[in-house]
């Protein structure tokens, strides 16, 4: 069985800086895209950024020069640096992988519960 545990957010005051991080544990074979969503109150999930085993990224446009997404691949682990925040990033972060485990030839992508980030004064 496969697990993702999402960590660091919390409150934090318009203009602060919040680290996420999210740790794959289990029988993983290997991961290929590892990424973050947002789901704010009353909208669609939207994506935020994606980083594959190469290191290659993707940052939404609303994010862009502000939130930074890594991983370390030796500890299944991605995180999103998120500076210059703003009250329009309030909202529950997921993040999810495209795991291949030790049961199937083939990746299929897994979700952590999320953990919220509240940016307010």
């Known amino acids: 069985q496969v697990q993702l545990v999402e960590s660091g957010g919390g409150l934090v005051q318009p203009g602060g800086s919040l680290r996420l991080s999210c740790a794959a544990s289990g029988s993983i074979v290997s991961i290929n895209i590892m990424g973050w969503y947002r789901q704010a109150p009353g909208k669609q999930r939207e994506l935020v950024a994606t980083?594959?085993?190469?290191?290659?990224?993707v940052h939404v446009d609303s994010v862009k020069g502000r939130f930074t997404i890594s991983r370390d691949n030796a500890k299944n682990t991605v995180y999103l640096q998120m500076n210059s925040l703003k009250p329009e990033d309030t909202a529950v972060y997921s993040c999810?992988?495209?795991?291949?485990?030790?049961?199937?030839?083939?990746?299929?992508?897994?979700w952590g519960r999320g953990t919220q980030v509240t940016v307010s004064s």
């Open positions: 980083i594959t085993s190469g290191g290659s990224t």
């Open positions: 999810y992988a495209n795991i291949r485990d030790s049961t199937s030839y083939s990746y299929r992508p897994w």
